[in-house]
């Protein structure tokens, strides 16, 4: 496959390709396929934004049926009857059965887009500047947003100090008997701690990019209390982990928290169309009109395909369940691949994202390249890029899903073998 023109062309900055080289053209549910016919399984996923596979038709129909009618496609924040219907279904289908009250704020179409206006949001609110993020944290690279994400690999590419955010350890950072909400509850109490009373906390249920670090339940009701007792912004950041993939449509149902402000992103428009969201509890929306504005946040095809994947999937009792299934089929074969190379991995995650960290911090990075030898696109994360990190589509058959399966452990053989 010819890549030149893209070495030759696209910035040094360029990424997925140096994993994943070859030219793609097709799409169609769990399978990808390049210029030379090759068919390849995702397991990637756009990191979490085809969570209904790739070109649904259930979500197609309807967008196409509205691109074919002219129906208008960009109009700044202006009423639209695209975005009317997807209000109404998200109040309908998401918030309204969970009983959440969110005021809804369309930043601009990326993830990072969602994170600066949160992180703005929660310091007007509050008058104060700092936000605590966690160690691993990951929440995009604008540099508001990259203030917050902990890998100094990004960090190294700000050109300016990255103020105003103090980190402080995730959920078993130092092992499982150290309690770090705990830790944080006496900083912050402690007014000689020298830590200032934070605006806000911005916290992934599950971290994607920092190696799929799960924080328990206990722990995030533990923080939704400490931000209660101090009138701390509770921010969880869901564009990854979120619109499914922990098996629930918010990461934080679990755990029965409210977080004040949720982000949303990726996999929010169905169909890989950029759009995000901010949800913002209604005594925590002290916007002005336009203060925080963005030429790209009506993206119409966008609002018809999230209200359509919302429909079709998200009002469906069963769905929540047959995420579950799926899920227990990646998290039970990767415990067996572990279990089978004794001391090589542990296994950790939630739902349909799950990973397979390797002690050996390269090994998750060959067994991502035998993968896509062997027809299977599998990303790695984490702060050595040691976990190989397994999320596939939500939707789609158990057969597609167990021949992925089936990928990984071959190629964890051959990983293994080749070291
Ligand atoms: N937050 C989280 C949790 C993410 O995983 C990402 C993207 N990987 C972002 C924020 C940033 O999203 P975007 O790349 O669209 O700016």
Request: charged share 20%.
């Amino acid at each position: 496959m010819d890549l030149s023109v893209f070495s030759s062309m696209e910035s040094e900055v360029r990424s997925y390709i140096r994993s994943f080289p070859t030219v793609f053209d097709t799409a169609r549910g769990s399978i990808l396929t390049d210029e030379d016919g090759r068919d390849y399984i995702d397991f990637f996923c756009g990191a979490g934004t085809l969570n209904y596979g790739h070109n649904n038709p259930l979500i197609k129909a309807p967008v196409v049926e509205y691109l074919m009618g002219d129906k208008i496609q960009h109009a700044l924040d202006m009423a639209t009857g695209a975005k009317r219907h997807f209000l109404e279904v998200f109040r309908d289908v998401i918030l309204a059965p969970r009983g959440l009250e969110y005021k809804l704020q369309f930043p601009g179409p990326t993830g990072a887009n969602a994170v600066e206006a949160a992180m703005k949001l929660a310091r007007i609110k509050t008058g104060r500047s700092t936000i605590v993020a966690f160690t691993h944290g990951y929440h995009g690279l604008s540099l508001g947003a990259l203030a917050a994400t902990a890998n100094s690999w990004f960090r190294d590419g700000a050109g300016v100090g990255l103020n105003d955010v103090v980190f402080h350890p995730f959920d078993g950072y130092y092992g499982p008997d150290i309690d770090t909400v705990a830790m944080l509850r006496k900083l912050v109490e402690d007014p000689s701690s020298g830590l200032d009373l934070p605006a806000a906390v911005i916290v992934e249920t599950v971290q994607g990019e920092g190696g799929v670090n799960v924080a328990r339940p206990e722990w995030l009701r533990a923080l939704r209390a400490l931000c209660d007792d101090h009138g701390i912004v509770l921010i969880v950041d869901d564009i990854q982990i979120g619109i499914g993939r922990s098996g629930d449509f918010f990461s934080f149902e679990q755990s029965g928290i409210v977080p004040d402000v949720v982000t949303l992103s990726k996999s929010l428009s169905g169909y890989g169309f950029p759009m995000s969201l901010v949800l913002i509890k209604p005594e925590f929306d002290v916007w002005k009109p336009a203060m925080h504005t963005g030429t790209f946040r009506g993206n119409s095809i966008a609002f018809v395909g999230a209200a359509a994947a919302i429909e079709n999937y998200w009002a469906d009792a069963s769905f929540p369940a047959s995420i579950a299934h799926r899920g227990d089929l990646v998290a039970s074969r990767l415990a067996a691949i572990a279990d089978r190379h004794a001391g090589a991995f542990t296994t950790r995650g939630r739902g349909l994202l799950q990973g397979l960290a390797g002690n050996d911090l390269g090994l998750a990075g060959r067994i991502s390249k035998e993968s896509f030898a062997r027809g299977l696109i599998v990303e790695t994360s984490g702060a050595h890029d040691e976990v190989l990190k397994v999320m596939p589509t939500l939707v789609g058959d158990d057969e597609t899903l167990l021949k992925g399966l089936d990928i990984i452990d071959e190629a964890t053989d051959a990983a293994i073998a080749a070291a």
